[in-house]
């Protein structure tokens, strides 16, 4: 049964339900919802209880696969509850635990009824567990902590059990100090035997020979003469000892600030989303802000001063400026300044020393064209106020761009694109879309006569739908490019209805296992057409649902003193491809597949707790003659042969089979020898696997294209950032592969 929260008699609300179910109107317009539920107008006191409330509705009615909220949804919603706020077994007593589990079957019967005593009670304990951590912590480090112990720290929290009572606790608090302590201090002592190798390495070289490379790079000479200096004067073991303990204190003096800077609004929404993390892994309550911070992410731009901050000591820190942004052209604004107030137009400044990072954010951005100002504290400790007028800033590292491959005798004139995400701004005119900007680069890059084509999907996380269909359709006719399939509702296909091919040459598509959702719609499209060769994982990601955004104002007319209220994003479909498979769980498989570090280690969707599972409908009609790839099998043979005598592939496998193996290995030693012993016998197996990605690939040109040099001339960020660019393209050999399997396809055209 689904529970309908304005109901306080059980036996009511089904039929209450019922009632209103039927008046829900859902509209999808520009890939957006919105939705109206038609609730009475009840002037509700708690915001909590309208923010609940209108969740598990809006969950109960919208999701694609609901569950049933009862006595087993409440148990699962306090133990995942729990899970989030003390994940590491490093706050709670188990007696707390038991003592918060006397709701354990509760949890929907208050949510029903608009009660929190659990929430109430779980913060009080939450609060006093903390204060209680910080006080163990303060005595554990002012112990004289032992790093020669026969006695092992379990590092995987799973493995873990919650402490039987306050010494229990003290005692895991100085496991997990010492380990933290031996890491440091093992860390410093191999940065000094480092140290002390490389003078000996310079001991035998001419002086005025050193003198002079060294002259040419300032820089070498200072780390040169410091290094000489640290060599001169060795620190003992007990004096790394003791800066190490100094650091691990500041470092948790600045951890527990932060920590008590968490708020009852923060521990609220961990209690929300134990729910809807039981619907499934991406369905999530956002509160204004973070939803404001998604609309970032996804649009490529904000408007603001340009700059990236965050929090050191208590003062917030400038760590980038945004190159084209506000901040950028008025020149004052400089990275490792500190921020000490804020001035809007109207009113006083505002201290923000102490403040949450994410409070301050908001205080600085701002709408286009309006004024703030930042009394600023530059490292030289000058007091300062600058001026910015806020601005549009476009964030372009994540956009796509194009870059021409040349293999001279092999292959030439490849066109590379690099799409790191589906970003799109969710605006009709003006806004950023991918699709619009892969187009423009195909038309560049058609314009240089290119002989076949590579996109770069891996780590693509997905994105805007709209634009997926878009892009598909820039390399096939027209045609169905994925069904999306409602709740109890037949599937509907979404389909690319311009004519007008883009690209209709050889093509390969770059994936890996973290390439999702929007990636996998289009590499599934282009496989099951026989348009593309997939190249890379052995699967996508894996996630094969969509997601809306409903604003939770909608469910209530009045109240607006306590709005905003957030917004829920929620699961309200899942993808199919055109041949009737799902995406979700198993992703897409390669056509190809090339070895990763990670290939042996569970990732995706399938690692999450409460994933919907995998499911098929009947496939739908579709064909394409543009290009369709023929003898796929031949072309993985020959890929694999070249792999299997390709030395940095295969020492990829056996690097992927290590990594496995010392994942499975979660205990540690709390003896410093044993732990330097370990470290070194790893970092001795890992010496065979360095450098695979160092040298650049013999015989492999990378370069712009001519009509895009003069915007990336037009300022030293983006000069700097492009070679950094070019340089990674020139060391990666899954291109080179990738440029041989054009390669094959093209011999196999004739």
Known sequence: MHLTYECVKFKNKISFMMKWKGLMV????????????????????????MILNAVLNYLDVLHFKPVDIDDKFSEEAFDQYV?????????LLQSEVDQMSIYKDQIDDQARLRSFEFFDASVVIINGSHARAKKIYKEVINSDLETDLDEY????????????????????????????????MNRKIEAQEKAAEEKDKTDGVDPEAEMEIDVEDSKTMERKLEMDSEIDEPKTVEEIKEESIEAIKKSYETWFKALNKDRRSDKFERYVNAMTHLFDPHSDYLNPKEKKDFDIRMGGKLEGIGARLSSSDEMTKVNE????????????????????????????????????????????????GTIVYLTVKKPDGNIVEITIERDEVIIDEGFAKSLILDMPGTIEKIGYIRLPKFYSSFEREGGNSCAKDVEQEIKKLKEVGISGMILDLRGNGGGSLPDVIDMTGLFIKDGPVVQVKPRNKEAYVYED??????????????????SASASEILAAALQDYKRAILVGSPSTFGKGTVQRFVDLDRAYRDESNLKPLGNLKITMQKFYRIDGGSTQLKGVESDIILPNNYQFIETGEKDYDHALQWTEISPVEYSQEIYVVENVASLNESSQARVSKNDKFQKILENAERLKKNSEETKYQLDLESFASLRKKREKESEKYKGLYDDKIPNFVVSNLEVDKVLIQSDSSRIARNEDWIEGIEKDFYLEEVMNILKDMKALEN
């Open 26 to 49: 859902l509209a999808l317009i520009s890939c957006s919802i919105i939705v109206s539920a038609f609730y009475p107008s009840y002037n509700f006191k708690e915001k909590e209880s």
């Open 83 to 91: 899970q989030t706020i003390d994940p590491q077994k490093r706050f």
């Open 153 to 184: 720290i379990e590092l995987d929290s799973d493995k873990r059990t919650f402490s039987k009572d306050e010494n229990a606790l003290k005692d895991q608090w100085r496991r997990i100090i010492t380990y933290d302590l031996i890491n440091r």
């Open 321 to 368: 400026i945004i190159p084209g942004g506000p901040a950028w052209k008025g020149k004052e604004l400089e990275v490792d300044d500190l921020i000490t107030a804020v001035r809007q137009e109207q009113g006083e400044a505002l201290n923000i020393v102490g403040m949450r990072l994410d409070d301050v954010v908001q205080k600085i951005r701002g709408n286009k």
């Open 497 to 514: 209805e311009d004519s007008e091919v883009h690209y209709d040459g050889p093509l390969v598509v770059m994936v890996n296992q973290f």
